[in-house]
Every structure is written in C-alpha cells, then in structure tokens.
C-alpha cells in the first residue's frame, strides 16, 4: 500500500493562476479531506468528502474548490491564487469519522 | 464548533526523560486522535483514542472523555521523539477535526 500520495511536494505560483493539487489514496477509503497548516495555526479543515460524489465545506474553504468522482482520488484546485493561500496542504483519509486519519506528505504551496 | 486547547505549547527534555502532555476539550467527542509531526513535516498518527487507555512502546494515551481532557505519556524520551505533537478531536455525527496548537517537543542529548 501507498497510503496517501499527495502530488506535487513543492509549489510557487504566480497571484492569479490555478492549480490542482493532487490527492490519492489506495485504501479504500471513503472519507478524505484537505487541511492547510499555517505557523501558530495548527490544521485547519478546508474541505471533505464523505465518499464518491459527495463533498463539504470546512473552516475555510474560500478560494478552493474540491469534486470526488472516484474513492481513490480528492483533487483540491485553487481557482485563482492569492498570497493568503501561501501554506501547507495535507490531504487525509479514514475509514470513516470514528477512525484514526493517515496523512499524505504535505504540499508547500508558495503564491507570488 | 468544539475548541481545543493543548498544554503546554513547549517543552525542552533532556534525552531519557519522561513527560506528559495535555489536550483538553470544550464539548463531547467521538473521535479524539494523537499525531506526531517530525521536523520534515510528515503527521504520523499516534493513536485513535476517543476514551479509555492505550500503549503502544514507550507512549501511552489516556482520555477522560466524560471530564473532556486527554494524556499523552512518553517514557525514555529519544531525540527522534522531538517535534510537534497535536491533539485533534470531532463531536458526534461531525467529519471536522479540529486540530490543536500543537505541543512543540524538543529532546536534546
């Protein structure tokens, strides 16, 4: 098992382009969510998805769009970036709420 | 939305020493889990542990889910236990975990 691949591991875009940032996971698992981690802030939830088809907001889910189309995968596209959106992203996945999380390596995101 | 409050926010432990850190929480819980971010960044999950006890090695957790607090015990510090550990809870029916501050260890030889 792979466990969750986040791709890519380091980013810097320019203010007002887009991106995806790319999620997998090979355990079948249905709930994954985005988090970002920003210094003093801890993890803070973006979005979720609570299997194939489904998706949620979090705490801050502006300027972030998310689908789930397959279990496997969780893409996070940022529309069109902004230095505030300069971060960490950590993608997650579970059996379910009641179960314990893994975590993908991180993407450090860097908007110019 | 629940809030979580970790103590303390650091701690400086000569190598072979033990401590507990402390994470306390503002309403019921049905998840309640430990992670370690080492200095590269990656969150390893620690325990999933929404009451009672567990240990696995030199670490244990307990949750006191009707006082709403949890510990976290390392025994016999080593430099690699050094990093950022965080408390992360969600209520009943809820997908968010929210995450604490975080208690930033550091183990020195």
């Known amino acids: 098992n792979a466990g969750v691949t986040q791709t890519p591991k380091f980013q810097v875009l320019k203010t007002g382009q887009s991106m995806t940032l790319q999620c997998a996971q090979d355990?079948?698992?249905?709930?994954m969510s985005w988090y970002r981690q920003d210094p003093g802030m801890g993890l803070r939830l973006i979005h979720y998805?609570?299997?194939?088809?489904?998706?949620d907001q979090g705490e801050v889910p502006n300027g972030y769009n998310v689908s789930r189309s397959t279990t496997e995968d969780f893409p996070l596209r940022l529309l069109s970036a902004a230095p505030s959106q300069t971060s960490v992203y950590f993608c997650?996945?579970?059996?379910?709420?009641?179960?314990?999380?893994?975590f993908g390596s991180g993407t450090r995101l860097t908007v110019v | 939305g629940i809030q979580v409050e970790q103590s303390p926010p650091d701690l400086i432990l000569q190598e072979g020493a033990n401590s507990t850190l402390r994470c306390n929480f503002s309403?019921?819980?049905?998840?309640l889990q430990w992670f370690h971010q080492n200095p590269w960044g990656q969150l390893i999950n620690l325990f999933y542990?929404?009451?009672g006890t567990k240990q696995n090695g030199r670490l244990s957790a307990t949750t006191v889910a009707t006082e709403r607090y949890s510990l976290l015990y390392i025994s016999s510090s080593q430099t690699t236990d050094s990093g950022v550990y965080f408390c992360?809870?969600?209520?009943?029916?809820?997908?968010?975990?929210?995450f604490g501050k975080g208690t930033k260890l550091s183990v020195i030889p």
């Open positions: 542990i929404p009451s």
């Open positions: 998805s609570v299997g194939a088809g489904i998706t």
């Open positions: 997650a996945s579970s059996l379910s709420n009641t179960y314990g999380y893994t």
């Open positions: 309403d019921s819980v049905n998840n």
């Open positions: 355990m079948n698992h249905e709930y």
């Open positions: 992360a809870v969600s209520g009943a029916g809820s997908y968010q975990l929210t």
